[in-house]
């Protein structure tokens, strides 16, 4: 009978050995696919907050920022500025040159004014070719000042966009809350 129970430990044991393996590998390829779910969770949220052109957040983040800044704003008792930025003649240049100029030029501008921005700073690219800046701690007009004129110059530099020459132009809008 002795020997009756080796065998039978032994067929228990190799059995439990293969169905553990079994398992390994059922545990490996969930863990896989939960990566999979959670990565084409975040790039789904990603779409959803961001434009897809730019890459920059959208309107819909815009909102939550502004929530944000002015939760902050209130318990810091500080202010918050708001700046419009419209690309001037946008229209002309995706008429004249194309669309596909005209969508390397949003990137341009993208880039170029999030580049003069403090950390602090949200840019957001509303709609076509509108942005918002949204600055904290601003509690003046002349605090707005400096930044509107670095934006204004690295902005109005010549740019060279698939062999075109472009002189970009910008209008912008500022609001200060709590004032306005």
Request: hydrophobic share 45%; no cysteine.
């Amino acid at each position: 009978w002795l020997w009756d129970y080796g065998i039978i430990l032994t067929a228990a044991a190799f059995i439990i050995r293969v169905l553990a393996s079994d398992l390994l590998v059922l545990l490996d390829a969930l863990h896989i696919q939960m990566d999979d779910a959670t990565q084409s969770r975040l790039r789904a949220e990603h779409l959803a907050n961001h434009d897809n052109l730019t890459g920059l957040p959208n309107r819909r983040m815009a909102e939550h920022y502004f929530d944000e800044l002015m939760m902050l704003s209130q318990q810091e008792d500080s202010g918050v500025g708001l700046v419009f930025v419209d690309v001037d003649n946008f229209k002309v240049i995706n008429d004249s040159h194309g669309h596909h100029l005209g969508d390397e030029l949003l990137r341009y501008l993208g880039e170029t004014i999030g580049s003069q921005l403090r950390k602090s700073d949200r840019l957001v690219r509303i709609a076509g070719d509108e942005f918002l800046i949204l600055l904290p701690g601003i509690s003046k007009g002349r605090d707005v000042e400096p930044i509107l004129e670095k934006i204004y110059h690295a902005v109005s530099s010549p740019v060279s966009l698939h062999n075109e020459t472009l002189t970009p132009a910008v209008s912008m809008g500022v609001a200060l809350s709590p004032q306005h």
